[in-house]
C-alpha cells in the first residue's frame, strides 16, 4: 500500500500495472515451487496496485465499494522457486455491463526463464454497494472519459455468465 501511494499514478486501460515481488519460504509448496494459490494472492496485490495507482482505490474506499472476484482463468507455464524475483503485471483489458476484466503476467526477473512468461491470468470482478453490482460506467468513472471497451477475447467470454456473453455478442437472447 506504501510502494503504490508513492509509486507514479497509472491511466487504465492504457497503462499497466508493474510490481516487482520476491518468492520467500512461506510461498512454497511441498514440490519446492510457488503455490499455485499463492499465485492468485500475488495478483490481488496487482490489482490493488491498479487501483490504487489509478485513482480509483480512493473511489472504492469512499463509496464503500466492495471489489469481488468472480472468476479466473490462469495459465501455469514455469515455476518459480524460492527467493526468485519476479515482476507482475496488471492490466485492464476490457468491460462489459457491469464487469470488469483484467490480466496478470507473472514474469521471472532471473533464474533460467528469466523474461519467459511464468503465468498468466485472465480474471473477472464487479464491484458491489449494498449488495448490488454497480454499472462499468460508475465504477471507471474516476477514470474520465473512457473509449468503449476493447474486444474481449474468447478466455474472457469464458468468465462470463451467459446472460452477459449474449449481450456481449450483441444477441438479444441469452438462451440461444
Known sequence: ?????FAPAIHPPEDISSIVLRV???????????????YLAFMDIGRFD???????GAQVLREK?????????????????????????TRL??????????????IP?????????????TVRAVMLKDGRKLPATEMLAPLGPL?????LPEAYALLMSPEERARASGGEDAKT
Not at 25 to 37: A, E, K, R, S, T
Not at 109 to 121: D, F, I, M, N, R
Not at 147 to 151: A, L, Q
Open 24 to 38: 520467500w519460504p512461506q510461498d512454497l509448496d511441498i514440490n519446492m515451487h510457488v503455490n499455485n494459490g499463492r
Open 147 to 151: 473509449p468503449e471497451s476493447p474486444p
Open 109 to 121: 526477473l532471473s533464474g533460467p526463464h528469466k523474461g519467459e512468461v511464468a503465468v498468466t491470468a
Open 50 to 56: 491498479l487501483l490504487a495507482r489509478s485513482g480509483l
Open 93 to 106: 483489458a476490457g468491460w462489459t455491463e457491469n464487469s470488469l476484466f483484467m490480466e496478470h503476467r507473472i
Open 1 to 5: 500500500m506504501i510502494k503504490a501511494k
Open 65 to 89: 465499494w466492495q471489489p469481488v472476484l468472480t472468476g479466473v482463468n490462469a495459465r501455469y507455464r514455469r515455476s518459480l522457486g524460492v527467493f526468485q524475483r519476479f515482476r507482475l503485471e
